[in-house]
């Protein structure tokens, strides 16, 4: 079983390489360190999540009403998160078909974005 586990996850990141590869360097590069496929979404199309030693979506919100209470709106830094894509929802499924197709596509992009703002919201 953890062998068949192993090589689905193989040929889907093989399947999803263009599409993380592109949301990484280009499309998101600005707010995601990273993007990978995730084995724990089930309903969820994606999730932002905080690297190993990263703060959480809470932890950055109370350090920056600090920030505003001590300087009196200072900006504090914002670490990158790492995107992780449900890779069995339909819409992601469909941001890989349209990405796939034509990497430069606004359709593409604006879908990656939603995703993105709807994944920062529940973080």
């Known amino acids: 079983a953890v062998e068949s586990t192993q090589s ?8 999803f390489d263009t599409l993380l590869n592109g949301l990484k360097d280009k499309v998101l590069s600005s707010g ?3 993007a990978v496929l995730s084995t ?9 999540v905080a690297s190993q030693y990263g703060r959480s979506g809470n932890m950055e919100r109370i350090m920056k009403s600090q920030a ?6 200072a900006d504090t830094n914002v670490q990158k998160k790492i995107l992780e894509l449900n890779p069995f929802h339909p819409l992601v499924k469909e941001l ?10 606004e359709t593409a992009k604006d879908l990656a974005h939603s995703l993105s703002d709807t994944a920062l919201l529940r973080s």
């Open 32 to 34: 995601i360190e990273k």
């Open 96 to 105: 890989n078909t349209l990405y796939k197709a034509d990497p430069e596509s």
């Open 40 to 48: 724990r979404l089930v309903g969820s199309p994606c999730a932002l």
């Open 68 to 73: 505003y209470a001590k300087a009196g709106g």
């Open 8 to 15: 689905t996850g193989e040929v889907l990141g093989r399947e």
